[in-house]
């Protein structure tokens, strides 16, 4: 099983119809999904209040992510698409990622040492951006800030599509290349996490 999620304010913009291509690839590969649009779900952002470190869960709040969790620890394969938003993700794309904070283990020791309840269990990921500038260094910190959390939480980053000069809402469906990469990339995944 996949988890498709793409962060953009935007219902059909270029993330939703980027996450449509890769997930559609996936299908063509035999592998389900499930497609979520963070702009759908009301959740908070952490509030670092670290109950989640004796319970080994969110229990600060009852929100969107109680939602998504089930999600993130059932499926093999995830797939983050955010547009760029000031050289970054999205709030709802860090607000998302923050929130999987709940799955660390920590030791007492300063710094705290660190280890994801969901390493080891040979989990892969996609990651996609989406900017309206030209220049890859206009995406800033997109793609680093998608694959450094991911990889810490433990997944495998098999694929990254950035994608540049992008403006209008859902345009991406007028350059096929695009959306041929991403078909690629769900194809990809759906091979690799049944490898
Ligand atoms: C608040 C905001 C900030 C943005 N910042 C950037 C930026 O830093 N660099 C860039 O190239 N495009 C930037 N854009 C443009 C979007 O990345 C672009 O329109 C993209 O296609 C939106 O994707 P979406 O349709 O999935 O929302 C910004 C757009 C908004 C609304």
């Given at each position: 099983m996949i988890l498709g999620i793409e962060g953009s304010p935007r219902n059909k913009g270029n993330s939703h119809k980027m996450l449509t291509a890769v997930l559609a690839g996936a299908q063509e590969a035999g592998t389900m999904s499930h497609e979520v649009h963070l702009r759908d779900y009301k959740y908070e952002p952490?509030?670092?209040?670290?109950?989640?470190?004796?319970?080994?869960?969110?229990?600060?709040f009852k929100d969107g992510m109680t939602l998504l969790y089930p999600h993130i620890e059932q499926a093999q394969g995830l797939v983050l698409i955010s547009p760029v938003h000031n050289y970054n993700v999205t709030a709802w794309v860090k607000a998302f990622l923050d929130r999987m904070y709940c799955y660390y283990d920590f030791t007492d020791t300063r710094p705290r040492g660190w280890a994801s309840r969901l390493a080891g269990q040979g989990k892969k990921a996609v990651i996609g951006a989406i900017a309206e500038q030209a220049e890859k260094k206009d995406m800033g910190f997109t793609l680093d800030a998608m694959r450094l959390p991911l990889e810490a939480f433990g997944?495998?980053?098999v694929t990254e599509l950035p994608v540049l000069r992008l403006f209008d809402?859902?345009?991406?469906?007028?350059?096929e290349e695009h959306l041929e990469r991403a078909r690629y990339a769900g194809r990809d995944l759906a091979a690799a996490i049944s490898a």
């Amino acid at each position: 099983m996949i988890l498709g999620i793409e962060g953009s304010p935007r219902n059909k913009g270029n993330s939703h119809k980027m996450l449509t291509a890769v997930l559609a690839g996936a299908q063509e590969a035999g592998t389900m999904s499930h497609e979520v649009h963070l702009r759908d779900y009301k959740y908070e952002p952490c509030v670092g209040c670290e109950r989640c470190r004796k319970a080994k869960a969110c229990t600060q709040f009852k929100d969107g992510m109680t939602l998504l969790y089930p999600h993130i620890e059932q499926a093999q394969g995830l797939v983050l698409i955010s547009p760029v938003h000031n050289y970054n993700v999205t709030a709802w794309v860090k607000a998302f990622l923050d929130r999987m904070y709940c799955y660390y283990d920590f030791t007492d020791t300063r710094p705290r040492g660190w280890a994801s309840r969901l390493a080891g269990q040979g989990k892969k990921a996609v990651i996609g951006a989406i900017a309206e500038q030209a220049e890859k260094k206009d995406m800033g910190f997109t793609l680093d800030a998608m694959r450094l959390p991911l990889e810490a939480f433990g997944y495998e980053v098999v694929t990254e599509l950035p994608v540049l000069r992008l403006f209008d809402r859902g345009i991406i469906a007028q350059h096929e290349e695009h959306l041929e990469r991403a078909r690629y990339a769900g194809r990809d995944l759906a091979a690799a996490i049944s490898a």
